[in-house]
Nanobody
Framework: QVQLVESGGGLVQPGGSLRLSCAASGSILSFRSMAWYLQPPGEERELVASITSGGTTIYADSVKGRFTISRDSALNKVYLQMNSLKPEDTAVYYC??????????WGQGTQVTVSS
C-alpha cells in the first residue's frame, strides 16, 4: 500500500514563503505522476501543480510564477516551494501519487494559512 506523508505547512504572512514536502513509501519514479492539490474550506479539491515521471510539470494559472514543484528521487520526496503567498492560498494541501494504472493515492494533507 502506498503511503504519502505531507509536511511543511503552517501560518505565514502574506508575501511569505513555505516549502511543502511529500514523502512517499516507494519510488516516486514508479508513479505516472506526482502532484499537489489544495482544498479551501467548503470547496472542492483542485490541482496546484504536477510532475510526471519524465519531469514534465504543469501549474494552475493561479500559482504560475509563484510556486515550483520539484522532486528528489533518491529520497522519494516531492516538494512544493510556495513564494509570494496570498491569503487566497489558504487551504489544506494534499500530495497525490498516480500509478501507471491511473490509481490515485493521497496523503493526509497539511494546512497552509496565509494571514497577517
Amino acid at each position: 500500500q502506498v503511503q504519502l506523508v505531507e509536511s511543511g505547512g503552517g501560518l505565514v504572512q502574506p508575501g511569505g514563503s513555505l516549502r511543502l514536502s511529500c514523502a512517499a513509501s516507494g519510488s516516486i519514479l514508479s508513479f505516472r505522476s506526482m502532484a499537489w492539490y489544495l482544498q479551501p474550506p467548503g470547496e472542492e479539491r483542485e490541482l496546484v501543480a504536477s510532475i510526471t515521471s519524465g519531469g514534465t510539470t504543469i501549474y494552475a494559472d493561479s500559482v504560475k510564477g509563484r510556486f515550483t514543484i520539484s522532486r528528489d528521487s533518491a529520497l522519494n520526496k516531492v516538494y512544493l516551494q510556495m513564494n509570494s503567498l496570498k491569503p487566497e492560498d489558504t487551504a489544506v494541501y494534499y500530495c497525490r501519487a498516480r500509478s501507471l494504472e491511473y490509481m490515485n493515492y493521497w496523503g493526509q494533507g497539511t494546512q497552509v494559512t496565509v494571514s497577517s
